[in-house]
């Protein structure tokens, strides 16, 4: 059972081109969740996300930011017109459910590098 | 502080010694939970506590919760070189996870 996959894992982009980051949940997940860590801090939620749905989305930047998790294949964060502020680690964690009791389980990260 | 806020913020130990980091958080919660992550990684669940519970052990880890301090505490022992990482707390809120800003533990050989 393949765990939380996120490509790319490193991503280089100029500023003001787009980024897109992709995320696929583990096998038999429907919970996807962004998260965002700067240098030096801890994690910060942006988005929670069920199929076709955007559940909570209180931690994402009003513009240039959007996520999606279609019917089919993975979620998708995108930024567009990347700052240097940008520049992060962006991870996705999915759950089986949102009972709070179940764990999310985190993928690898997709570390943004914004030139 | 912020909620999930962890402390000390870095901690230096020999090997074998024990580590022991400590969360405050603000808000009620349904359940806290401990993660790792090994520089430049993605995070590792290591355990999760119930908001009814008090003490959780799991191998080498022991984790206590104080609701009525808003409180929890991570006790590694016996530690080991390969236990170098950040350590982070993280609160449910109810739809999403709160995480603090990270203990980075160095074990020495």
């Known amino acids: 059972n393949a765990g939380v996959m996120q490509n790319p894992r490193h991503l280089v982009r100029r500023r003001g081109q787009e980024a897109r980051l992709r995320c696929s949940p583990m096998?038999?997940?429907?919970?996807v969740y962004w998260y965002r860590q700067l240098p030096e801090e801890g994690l910060k939620f942006m988005v929670y996300?069920?199929?076709?749905?955007?559940?909570?989305e209180s931690g994402m930047p009003k513009e240039r930011f959007s996520a999606e998790f279609p019917k089919e294949g993975p979620s998708i964060l995108r930024i567009q017109q990347v700052v240097r502020g940008d520049s992060a680690a962006y991870f996705c964690?999915?759950?089986?459910?949102?009972?709070?009791?179940?764990?999310?389980?985190f993928g690898p990260g997709t570390r943004l590098t914004v030139t | 502080s912020q909620q999930g806020e962890e402390d000390p913020q870095a901690l230096s130990i020999q090997e074998g010694e024990n580590a022991t980091m400590n969360c405050s958080y603000k808000?009620?919660?349904?359940?806290l939970q401990w993660y790792r992550q090994n520089s430049g990684r993605g995070l590792v669940h290591l355990i999760l506590?119930?908001?009814?519970?008090r003490e959780k052990h799991s191998g080498r880890l022991r984790v206590t919760l104080d609701t009525s301090k808003k409180s929890s505490s991570l006790l590694i022992t016996a530690s080991r070189a390969a236990d170098t990482a950040s350590y982070f707390c993280?609160?449910?809120?109810?739809?999403?996870?709160?995480f603090g800003s990270g203990t980075q533990l160095t074990v020495l050989p």
């Open positions: 964690a999915s759950s089986i459910s949102r009972v709070p009791s179940y764990e999310q389980y």
């Open positions: 096998k038999g997940h429907s919970h």
């Open positions: 996300l069920q199929k076709e749905n955007i559940i909570d």
């Open positions: 808000t009620s919660i349904n359940n």
């Open positions: 506590i119930r908001s009814n519970e």
């Open positions: 993280a609160t449910d809120e109810g739809r999403q996870l709160t």
